[in-house]
């Protein structure tokens, strides 16, 4: 049988705890007011889809890699340092990468003389 465990521990890379948890109606709740009296930690960052593509677009539509790059180094003023993440396609993108179809070739030869109207 699986054992039904009542308290989880989230701990840092060291194995220090930083946040414990109680089991209750099959979820785990987590007390935040003790830790964040100590020292403020982030839970979690990550960028709106908003914020994200009206980025995405200020740039020049560039590659998340290369905004998730930029955000890290600090390198552009505004960009706060988030994980930018693409959750679907950009249109302008998808319209800048998409090939016009090539013409048919000419069943017919049309340039018989040199300067006629064709």
């Not at 109680?22 to 709740?29: A, H, K, M, Q, V």
């Not at 950009?90 to 300067?115: F, I, L, N, R, Y």
Request: aromatic content about 6%; overall charge positive; hydrophobic content about 35%.
């Amino acid at each position: 049988s699986i054992p039904e465990y009542t308290t989880c521990f989230i701990r840092n890379l060291d194995g220090v705890d930083l946040l414990t948890g109680s089991r209750g109606n099959n979820l785990y709740t987590l007390s935040l007011g003790d830790m964040m009296a100590s020292s403020p930690i982030c839970l979690l960052s990550k960028a709106s889809k908003t914020k994200l593509w009206l980025w995405h677009r200020h740039l020049s539509h560039l590659n998340f890699g290369v905004i998730n790059h930029l955000a890290r180094q600090g390198l552009v003023r505004g960009l706060p340092k988030l994980k930018f993440k693409k959750d679907h396609l950009c249109s302008a993108c998808a319209m800048g990468k998409s090939k016009k179809k090539s013409h048919k070739p000419k069943s017919e030869d049309t340039d018989q003389v040199v300067g006629q109207c064709v």
